[in-house]
C-alpha cells in the first residue's frame, strides 16, 4: 500500500467565509495527514501558472482575479488514494450537481465560489505541489492512529 499526495486549496471565498475549520476538520476526521499547510495571497503570474489548463476559457480572466483576491489556504494531503480521495469528498465542479456530505454540496452555492480547488490526478498533484511547496515544506511524520487507519495486513498462512 503507497501513500499518495494530493494538493488542496482552500479558496478566497472559503477562507473569507470562515470555513477552513470545517474543511480542515474533514480531512482530520477522514484519516488524511496534512503533510503541509500554508495561509497566502497568490499573485497573478502563479495563478495564471496553476490554472494553465483553463488559459483559454471564457472563465480565465475572472478566474484568475478571483483566486488573487484574498488569502488561500494551500495544502498538501497524504493518504491512500487521496487524489481520488479527495476529489470525492469536493464533489463536482459545480455545487448544484455536488451531494449532501461533500465539501461543495454542503458549503457552496455557485460555479465561481466553490470553496476549494483540489488535484484532478496524480500529474496535477506532483505539478501543483511542487508549484506551492518547497520540499523542505512537506512534513515527514506519522499521524498517531497510522495503525488503525492503515493496519498491516496479516500473512495468509497465520
Ligand atoms: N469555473 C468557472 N466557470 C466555469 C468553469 C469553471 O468559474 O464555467 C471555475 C470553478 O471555480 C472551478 C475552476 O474554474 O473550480 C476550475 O475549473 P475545473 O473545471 O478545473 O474545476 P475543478 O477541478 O475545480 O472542479
Ligand atoms: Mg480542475
Redesign the pocket.
Known sequence: MTLERTFLMIKPDGVSRGLVGEIVQRIEQKGYRIAAMKMMTIGPDMARDH?A??RT?P?FG??VSFITSGPVVAMVIEGERAVDGIRAM?G??EPKDSPPGTIRGDLAVN????VV??S?SQESAKREISLFFHEGEQNDNTRADHAWLYPIQKKKDR
Not at 460555479?111 to 466553490?114: F, P, Q
Request: glycine share 6%; aromatic share 12%; net charge neutral.
Open positions: 490554472y489548463e483553463h476559457k472563465f475572472d478566474l469536493m463536482r465542479t460555479l465561481s465560489r466553490n480547488h483540489g484532478d
